[in-house]
Each structure stands twice: as structure tokens, then as C-alpha cells.
């Protein structure tokens, strides 16, 4: 599983409605809206690739102007445990 924090920010008077527009989209969660401008979600998917695939489409919404990653938490991810056994 990994858990993505991601900042939006919108065309002003833009992010509720591509708040809207976000969380239909698999694993997405909307916890802040500020000022019709920015917007802060969280991203969980079942993998890295999952989570970039979908990650990806943000930038087809409406009114999105600008995708920054926050942060990740990778838990049980099968990519990620192959890099820990990298030596």
C-alpha cells in the first residue's frame, strides 16, 4: 500500500469544483480546501505504479493548475521490497 499527500493549487474560484472532480477518482480523499485555490488529498493505492497512474490523471481535471507530492509512505509494496534487499 502507499499513501500519498498531495498539494493542488487551482485557477482561483476552480478548487471546489476539481475538489469534486478529484475524489471520484480511485483511492482519493479530500481533507482541505482553502481560499477556492489550494487543495489537500490524500493518494492510496495498492502499489508505486498504481499510485503514479493515478496521480497522472490529476492534471487532465480542470482547473489544476500545479500537482506537488507532499509526501509517501510505502507499506508492503512489492517494488519497495526488492530495493531493500538491494545491497
Not at 498531495?6 to 479530500?30: D, F, H, M, R, S
Not at 480546501?33 to 496521480?55: F, H, P
Amino acid at each position: 500500500m502507499v499513501i500519498s499527500g498531495i498539494y493542488i493549487e487551482t485557477i482561483p474560484g476552480q478548487a471546489l469544483a476539481a475538489a469534486n472532480e478529484l475524489v471520484k477518482k480511485e483511492g482519493v480523499e479530500v481533507h482541505h480546501i482553502e481560499d477556492d485555490l489550494k487543495i489537500i488529498l490524500t493518494l492510496e493505492a495498492e502499489s508505486v505504479d498504481r499510485s503514479y497512474k493515478v496521480a497522472d490523471t490529476f492534471k487532465e481535471v480542470d482547473g489544476v493548475l500545479t500537482i506537488c507530492l507532499v509526501y509517501s509512505n510505502f507499506e508492503d509494496d512489492p517494488l519497495c521490497k526488492e530495493a531493500d534487499g538491494w545491497q
